[in-house]
């Protein structure tokens, strides 16, 4: 099978979710919200014509709202982001020519910009949607590519600009997708209710 879209989920629970947004709020306000971000996620992916891979981060729920017949449940493995992106990669590609990881917080993300993905990666080897925080939304590649995973400086705003810089120093083609904004604050919410 040709392309192949991972997403990457936190398992909802009180207390872990949206954790900057728990600090601003209450952690009940930063779960609700949470689960509306997955609900935005599912309605999303869908309907992209791709294997879909669901990743969890704690555990595989099987009674969830994910059907089991759409997304293929898996469970992420790695000491930190970039170990367990890189794992999911590594995994997926060997039954895929192209991939595309996405994770639960970009809500402005649509299908559109998702195939627009995909069909980036028959002409580049790697696409990447940047984020207005300084990270990414979406990374896409052909070959598995540690150097992307490795020595990043994750949560600090600076992932997008180091993975580039890899991508750039490693001499592979590329395609820049649009920026969004993640919802990662209370404000990023009001902004999206407002929109």
Not at 5 to 13: R, T, V, W
Not at 31 to 58: C, F, G, H, P, W
Not at 110 to 138: F, M, N, R, S, W
Request: charged share 25%; proline share 2%; net charge negative.
């Amino acid at each position: 099978m040709a392309g192949a879209l991972i997403i990457f989920i936190k398992n909802p629970a009180l207390g872990k979710a949206k954790t900057r947004i728990a600090k601003s709020t209450d952690d009940t306000t930063a779960l609700s919200i949470y689960n509306k971000l997955l609900e935005s996620t599912r309605r999303t992916t869908v309907m992209v014509d791709a294997q879909k891979y669901l990743y969890y981060s704690d555990f595989i729920d099987k009674e969830d709202k994910w059907n089991p017949l759409v997304y293929k449940k898996m469970l992420q493995r790695g000491i930190d982001l970039g170990e367990r992106m890189m794992d999911a990669f590594i995994e997926v590609l060997s039954y895929h020519d192209k991939a595309i990881i996405i994770g639960s917080d970009c809500i402005y993300l649509t299908k559109d910009i998702i195939d627009q993905a995909l069909e980036a990666l028959d002409h580049h080897d790697v696409v990447i949607g940047p984020a207005k925080d300084g990270g990414y939304y979406l990374l896409g590649m052909k070959h598995t590519q540690m150097d992307l995973f490795l020595n990043i400086s994750w949560s600090s705003g600076q992932e997008f600009k180091q993975t580039l810089s890899k991508v750039k120093g490693k001499g592979l083609s590329y395609f820049l997708l649009e920026t969004l904004n993640d919802i990662d604050h209370i404000e990023d919410w009001e902004e999206y209710l407002l929109s």
